[in-house]
């Protein structure tokens, strides 16, 4: 049986990766901060900005496995959407303390662990290298996701790690996004809310199942790489994207 250790399982992407991975026969491992209600997954609830959350939390999740073949780091938070110069420091800090800190915390954990783990997928985002308006926050923490990525690759030799940004999904975080989001100074509100109803947009489920497909081929780049789903699985639109303005 294959074991997957995924954060943020409580809701959005994480609830689907959990839900798709437990119905594949997989032995699913939560962390998440309200809980996760799924049946046949064990969950652990666990606050990832503190030390010692993480770790009860993990040490109770791993104490009977002797490997893990999939860890998704996927807890993160929005922030503050608009300009940069708007957004008060103090929540900028709450953002990198959840999207990266959270995540060196867990993987320091298991490099003490000392037991072997085959792939690490960490959810990026578009936004990491974009740089359009009013990413804020969020940009900049996926930009650092993606370099903690590369660092770590030369730390865990025998895992295969990625940054991943699975394309946009439709949760009730693109509320924020779509519905709350100044338009003037958020550029991609209105591509995004133009998305949302079409297959550019999918649900937690399909977009889970599109993740799952391309981790054989996330394998066949350098570990420590930033891979965007979309330029697997839909080149033509990934070109769109990324084409320079």
Known sequence: MHTALITGTSSGFGYGLATILRDRGWQVLGCSRRGCDLVGVTDQRCDLRDDASVES???????????VDLVVLNAGVLGPIGDLTDAPLAALKEVMEVNLWANKRVMDWLHRWQRPVEQVVMISSGAAVLGNRGWSGYGLSK???????RLYAHEFPRTHISAVAPGIIDTPLMDQLC???????????????????????????????????????LKERASG??????????PAGYAALYRAP
């Open 225 to 234: 790489s930033f891979v965007d789903l979309r330029e697997i699985l839909d």
């Open 57 to 67: 939390a993990l040490a109770a999740l791993l104490q009977a496995v002797d490997t």
């Open 179 to 217: 519905d709350d989001a100044v338009p003037e100074s958020f550029a991609a509100g209105e591509r995004l809310r133009g998305a949302r109803g079409t297959e550019t947009m999918p649900g937690p489920l399909v977009a889970a199942e599109r993740l799952i497909s391309i981790l054989p081929a």
């Open 143 to 149: 930009a650092a996701l993606n370099m903690l990525a």
